[in-house]
């Protein structure tokens, strides 16, 4: 597609076109972005109108490592090439990281920081002004150490400036024509494993294969939560009640016994954003509020 094609594409009606029009022009002051993609939503919200409004002088980046699940990094390549974005592929070693490793509540502040700094390195080399990344408004909510990480090496954050939230870019994300814009929310693998245990590449690909499996049967929210020889799985909670079926738990106990897990349980609460979040003191997540604007 030609440069603003792909973000009119699909004939928005007007409340769209004025969100869209509004992120266009704030692309188009900046002259030029890295944007870090995942292929989540907003990523790719945010890469497609990048390319929209900045054509060449737009770059998407996206990381891999044994903390991406491959079936993503496969569907974020396969929608940029579609949107005809210019598009990066790097790896990323946080898992070199003892910081990382360790698995603190802070973790994700050690993950973002190396990804941000070879962002920051990458736009340099192309002669981009600033890194951007997909946060919304919603993030403001959230325990997410990592957009420190982000405002310390001066990411900007072009969704959340603006004030979409998470329906705003899905329904901005369908206006487009994007094919992912009702994709349930992601995470890297290592959100599955509790704070302080150690991540390991064998517990990554444990919960991948798990996850994987799930997805073939048919599950469509869903997180497998590594606690040792125990998988305590999340799913969209209506898909609850069919997990319960007798065949439907015979097929998940053989899908996370094949993935290597000896036990397995679903958690009836279903999936939620940040589960693992529940478990930080009151005190660190207080603290963390007090330095998120």
Known sequence: MKQDETIRAANPPPESRDDLDRLREYLVRLGGAVVAYSGGVDSSLLMAAAHAALGDRALAVTAYSPTYAPHEREAALALARSVGARHLVIESHELDNPCFQTNPANRCYYCKSELFRELRA??????LPVVLDGANADDRADYRPGRIAGRELG?????LELGFDKETVRRLAR????PNWNLPAGACLASRIPYGETITPERLNRVAAAEAALRDLGFRVLRVRDHGNLARIELGRDEIEGALAAAARERIQAACAAAGYTFVCLDVAGYRTGAMNEAVPHAEIA???EVEP
């Not at 990458?122 to 002669?127: F, K, N, P, Q, T």
């Not at 206006?175 to 994007?178: A, I, R, S, T």
């Open 122 to 127: 990458i736009a340099d080399r192309e002669g």
């Open 155 to 159: 990411v900007r954050s072009p969704l």
């Open 175 to 178: 206006e487009m024509g994007l």
């Open 287 to 289: 603290a963390f509020r």
